[in-house]
């Protein structure tokens, strides 16, 4: 027979260190392996699973912090305010023009995938994400996921990974994911045209010009000039996010049902072209903890 034994250990020698011992005991053989108590702290967090919930965040901060595995899921909430934003007429324009226009509150969703920066979606909401059952509404920018692409969750960033952030203490990784999640890397207006925020929003309105604010970046700057950023946080201004269910929300569904921040965070959804981890194992284990029982 076997038999395994864990345990916290103070080692019998002069510096009288604490480690991680493991000791198996098979057919009378004895054999005893010990962890330095840094090393299985630091093992055993990138793989433990932790979910904090939505915080208290009533402007700019940390929504939620969630992860299992080799997967870590950020979100974080932007107040209103009035941003620069980079806009190229074609990818690497060098020539790209930088607006200062006014946004509502900007929800970042980013995945990370053992511990490097993997993908990200962005959302509008006009008030502050106080609860699981707040609704998301579609982003009116260049190179935005708004009515489908190639399988990626809607309000995907079409973001390269360019940089290299696993050795980064997490709060470089999440200074370095918003702000390439911010608008200071040019949003390409050449490059999904037939999905984007700014095509959809001036389809939804039909052209209409007293609403062209929301799609030509130059009136959109004028008109933040003029008025500031409390206009949008019209909630009848911007498209509310329609999906077919919390399982499918790759694309913009009329006749669907609202994008919730819950739905969000805790659905399959596809953060990169090659993203074929779904479920997220955090969110495998926030939506089914029956499976992960040791009931037999």
């Keep these: 027979m076997s038999n395994l034994k864990y345990s916290f250990t103070k080692q019998e020698t002069s510096d009288g260190n604490f480690v991680f011992r493991c000791e198996v005991d098979s057919f009378g053989l004895k054999n005893t392996t010990d962890k330095d108590i840094v090393s299985f702290y630091k093992k055993l967090s990138n793989l433990s699973y932790f979910d904090s919930g939505l915080l208290p965040v009533s402007g700019t901060g940390l929504l939620s912090l969630r992860y299992a595995a080799n ?24 020539s790209a023009v930088a607006y200062y226009v006014a946004q509502p509150y900007r929800i970042v969703i980013a995945d990370l995938i053992d511990n490097n920066f993997y993908g990200a979606r962005t959302f509008y909401s006009p008030y502050p994400i106080t609860h699981p059952d707040a609704e998301l509404y579609h982003v009116n920018l260049p ?41 200071i890397e040019a949003y390409n207006d050449a ?64 006749d669907g049902i609202p994008l919730t921040i819950s739905m969000a965070m805790l659905g399959n959804y596809q953060a990169y072209y090659t993203d074929n981890l779904i479920p997220k194992p955090v969110n495998a284990i926030a939506r089914f903890p029956e499976k992960f029982t040791n009931e037999k």
Aim: charged share 20%; glycine share 8%; hydrophobic share 25%.
């Design 143 to 183: 190179n935005i996921n708004c009515r489908g692409y190639r399988g990626n969750g809607v309000g995907w960033i079409c973001l390269y990974h360019t940089t290299d952030i696993t050795s980064f203490p997490f709060s470089e990784k999440l200074a370095h994911v918003l702000e390439r999640c911010s608008g």
């Design 71 to 94: 997967h870590t899921q950020i979100v974080y909430q932007h107040a209103p305010s009035i941003n620069h934003i980079n806009w190229g007429k074609y990818e690497g324009d060098s």
């Design 191 to 254: 490059n999904m045209s037939e999905t984007d925020g700014p095509r959809f929003y001036s389809s939804y309105y039909d052209q209409h010009e007293d609403y062209e604010h929301l799609w030509n970046p130059q009136k959109w700057e004028d008109h933040s000039q003029l008025h500031g950023y409390e206009w949008t946080l019209d909630p009848n201004l911007w498209i509310p996010i329609k999906v077919t269910d919390i399982d499918d929300q790759g694309y913009h569904d009329f």
